[in-house]
C-alpha cells in the first residue's frame, strides 16, 4: 500500500512540475526592459532566444478622450499621464486626476524594434472593461464596445492574438479603453513577441485548459456514478460535484474559451465564475467531512453549505463591484476553514484516520494555488492562476483515495462471496452422502453454525459480549421502557503499558481485568467490551447516585488487582449517562463518552457523571 502511495505521488510531482512549466512558462535570465515614459525600447532584445515580453512599465493614459494616431502625429494638447502597468484600483487612484472610478481613455505605448523583418504579435487579455486595439493607427481587435458612459459601454472579457509587421522597426499600441461597469481599473500587462511565440502560448494554453477540463469533467460523471451504485458512501458525490463545478470555471478562466466562443456577457461570465467556486468549495468541505467521518463536526458541513448557497445568491443579484467585496469577506471565512481543515487532518494522522494524510497533501497543494490566485485578483502583479494545477494534483490524489476505498469494499465482498461460495459447496457435499451420514453431517453443521453464532456475539480475547452483542443487549433494555446506567470504561494508558511490558502482557491483564469486571457486576447489569481498550457497562438501577458507588468500586476493585507481568497498578476511568425512554441509545452513549473524556482530561482513574 506503501508503495502504491510513494508511485502515485511521484507521478503527481512530475505531472505538477509539467503544468507548472506550462503555466508559468520558461524565464529568460536576462533582464526583461521596462516601458519608461510611453516608450519601451526592445532593440536589444533577441525574441528567437529570449522569448516574448510582458510589455509592463510606465504607459501614457489620456483620461476621458479618444485620441488616433492621426491625433499624436500632428500633436495633441491633452494631459498625460504616467500609468504602470499591470494596474489596479489601488494604483489607477494614485494617478488619476478626480475621484471617480468610472472613466474612459487612451493608453498609448511605443515600441522600438530590432531592425529585422519579423511578424509580431499581441496577446490581450484584461484591459479595463472593453477595449479597442489599434496598431501604426490600423484596428485591430474590439473587445465589448468602448463608450463615454455606462449606457454606451458594453463590457466584455477576452484573450486575443493580434499579428502585424512592423514598419520602420516602431511600433505605436494605441488601446481606446473604458470601464463603467467594475470600477476596478484593471490592467494586464499585454505579452508581445514573435507570431509564432503569441500563437504558441494560445495554442499550449487552450490546450492545457481543454486537457484539465476533460479530466475534471471524467472524473466529476464517474464519481457521480459511483455514488448512483452505491449510496452508502457519499464522498463521491461531493467529490464529483466538486470536479464537475471546477470544470465549469476551467472553461471560464485561463484562455476563457467559452467567453471567446459564445461572445459570452460579462455579468453572466462573472457570476458563474464566483458561483462555481463558492459551490465548489462548499463541495470540497463535504467530500472532506465524508471521507474522514467523525474527524469533523457536522457544523463544519453546514457552515460550507450554508457560506457557499447565501455567498452564491448574493452573486446572482449584487453589483459586480459588490461581488469583489463580497470574494474578500469569504476568502477570509474560507482560508479560514481551510486552516481548521488543515489542523484537523493533521489531528486525523495522529489518531490513525485512514486516509487523512492524502487529504492533508492535497489540501496543501490547493491551500497554496488558491492563495496565489487570490492575490492575482487582487493586485495582478504575480504569476497566472495556479487554481488548475492545484486542483488537478488534488483531484488525482483524492481519487486514489476513493479508488483505495472502493477497492477494499470490493476485496471484502469478494471475500464475503468466496466464503459463500465455499459454505455452499460443502453443503451441496453433505447432501450428496449417504442418508446414513445425513443426520451426523447435520449435527455436525449444527454445531459448527452455534459456534460460529456464539463466536459473532462475544469478543475472542476477553470471552465478553462483543460491540454487536452488547448493542442487542442495550435495545432489549430499552424496549422495557425502564431508566437505566449506562457507563463506558477505559482503561487508563494502556498503550504505555503494551509498550511497555509487550502485547501479550497487556493482552493477559486485558482478559483477567475483564474476567474480573464481569464477576463483579454480576447480576447488576451487563458488561462486554466496546472495543479496544473499551468497555461498556448497562446497569439496571436507576439511581445514579447508586450507579455512580457502584461504578466507584469497581474503578477501586480494578485498581487492586495485580496482573502478570506487569508490575505497575492498572486503573480505569468511568463515564455515566442515564438513559430514559425519551432518549435515543446512540445519546446516552455519546453522554457516556464525553463523561469519560471529561474524567481522562481530569487525570483518570475516576468516575463521571453526565451533565444533563
Known sequence: MKKRYIIVCVLIIIMAIFFGRQNLGERSIKHVPLAQKGTMDLREWDFEKDGPVELRGHWNFYF?????HEDFAKGVDVDSYMISIPSTHKSMDKIKPFEEDTFYGTLRLVIRLPKTNQTYGLRSEIVLTAYELYVDGQIKEMVGKIG??????HPRYKVVNSYFDAENHTLELIYHTSDFHFEDSAIIAPTFG???????????????????FGILLIMGIY???????????????????????????????????????????IMIYVRVAYISVFLGFSALCGYVYHTVFGLFPKVFLKLAWYMGGIASILTLFMQIKSISILLILYFVVGFTMLIYSMVRL???????????????????ILSATFINDFIYELTLANSPSLIPLGITIFVFTQAYIIASNFSSAFSLAENLSIEKESMLLELKNINNNLESMVEKRTQDLQSALDEMAYMSMTDDLTQLPNRRSIISDLEDVAKLGKRFIIGLIDVDNFKSINDSYGHKAGDRALIAMSEAMKTYVGSEGIIGRWGGEEFLLILYQDQVEEAMIFADGLREHIAGLTFEAIDVSITITIG?????????????INQADEALYLGKRNGRNQCRQAKR
Open 64 to 68: 476621458n478622450t479618444f485620441l488616433t
Open 576 to 588: 455515566l449517562s442515564v438513559c430514559e425512554d425519551r432518549l435515543s441509545l446512540d445519546y446516552c
Open 194 to 212: 514573435l507570431a509564432k511565440q503569441i500563437a504558441y502560448m494560445g495554442e499550449v494554453g487552450l490546450g492545457r485548459d481543454l486537457f484539465l
Open 148 to 153: 463615454t458612459d455606462q449606457a454606451s459601454a
Open 223 to 265: 464519481h457521480l456514478s459511483l455514488y448512483w451504485m452505491r449510496r452508502k458512501d457519499a464522498s463521491p458525490l461531493y467529490f464529483g460535484l466538486f470536479c464537475l463545478f471546477f470544470a465549469t470555471r476551467m472553461l471560464l478562466v485561463g484562455e476563457r474559451f467559452i467567453p471567446n466562443i459564445l461572445d459570452l456577457d
Open 346 to 364: 493533521g489531528m486525523g494522522i495522529y489518531y490513525q484516520y485512514k486516509y487523512a494524510s492524502g487529504l492533508l497533501f492535497g489540501f496543501v
